[in-house]
C-alpha cells in the first residue's frame, strides 16, 4: 500500500492496559516531517488546506491533530497527481 511510507496505512496499536490508542510509527521519517512541515505552512494561507485546517479545527481537533489530518488529505491528492499523471490543480 502506498501509505505505508509515510506510515499512514490505519495501523493502530493498543497498549497492555487498553486505554489509550497510538498511531503507526512505521514509514520513512524524513518523508513524514517534510509533509508535516509542509502542510504547517498550507493551513496559514486561505486555500482549501487552510480552510479544512479550521474546520478540522472548529470540531474540536487540537493543532497536531488538525495538521496531520491535513497531511492525509495532501497526500491522497499527491498520490491521484501521481497516479492519474495529470498537472496538479489547487
Not at 497510538?22 to 516531517?33: E, M
Amino acid at each position: 500500500d502506498w501509505r505505508k511510507y509515510v506510515g499512514e496505512n490505519g495501523e493502530k496499536y493498543i497498549d497492555a492496559n487498553m486505554r489509550s490508542v497510538r498511531a503507526s510509527r512505521r514509514g520513512d521519517a524524513r518523508l513524514k516531517s517534510l509533509l508535516i512541515f509542509s502542510c504547517n505552512s498550507l493551513v496559514r494561507s486561505s486555500g482549501r488546506y487552510g480552510e479544512y485546517y479550521r474546520a478540522c479545527r472548529a470540531r474540536g481537533m487540537g493543532h497536531g491533530r488538525a495538521l496531520k489530518a491535513v497531511a492525509r488529505k495532501r497526500l491522497r491528492a499527491i498520490y491521484a497527481v501521481m497516479r492519474d499523471r495529470v498537472p496538479y490543480r489547487e
